[in-house]
């Protein structure tokens, strides 16, 4: 059971999907079009774009055409982190295990 969306979660959604859809406009791109172009159905896009409301596939096929996904990868390394780059110089285990 998931339960209510986090305040921070909800409000990073709501910007993220207002961005997209901002580079989607300045970019002169219908949304057909980027669904088209994503393999995506028209409501599906949308959502995403209105609401943030969707899958992390289809939030990462959108961000594709819309040239983000660089930065998405980017934003997500751990290395750029304080701690990522304090823990890269330790011996990280591969799992982390409970007990």
Same mark, same amino acid.
């Not at 980027?34 to 990462?60: D, I």
């Given at each position: 059971?998931?339960?209510?969306?986090?305040?921070?979660?909800?409000?990073?959604?709501?910007?993220?999907?207002?961005?997209?859809?901002?580079?989607?406009?300045?970019?002169?791109?219908?949304?057909?079009?980027?669904?088209?172009?994503?393999?995506?159905?028209?409501?599906?896009?949308?959502?995403?774009?209105?609401?943030?409301?969707?899958?992390?596939? *289809?939030?990462?096929?959108?961000?594709?055409?819309?040239?983000?996904?660089?930065?998405?990868?980017?934003?997500?390394?751990?290395? *750029?982190?304080?701690?990522?780059?304090?823990?890269?110089?330790?011996?990280?285990?591969?799992?982390?295990?409970?007990?």
């Amino acid at each position: 059971m998931a339960g209510r969306t986090p305040i921070p979660v909800a409000r990073a959604m709501r910007e993220i999907s207002s961005n997209l859809d901002l580079a989607r406009r300045q970019q002169r791109i219908t949304v057909e079009l980027l669904a088209a172009r994503a393999n995506l159905s028209v409501p599906t896009v949308r959502k995403m774009l209105n609401e943030g409301a969707g899958s992390f596939e *289809n939030f990462l096929r959108i961000a594709r055409l819309l040239g983000f996904l660089d930065g998405v990868v980017e934003a997500t390394n751990p290395l *750029n982190t304080g701690i990522g780059r304090i823990r890269a110089e330790q011996d990280v285990p591969k799992r982390v295990r409970l007990g």
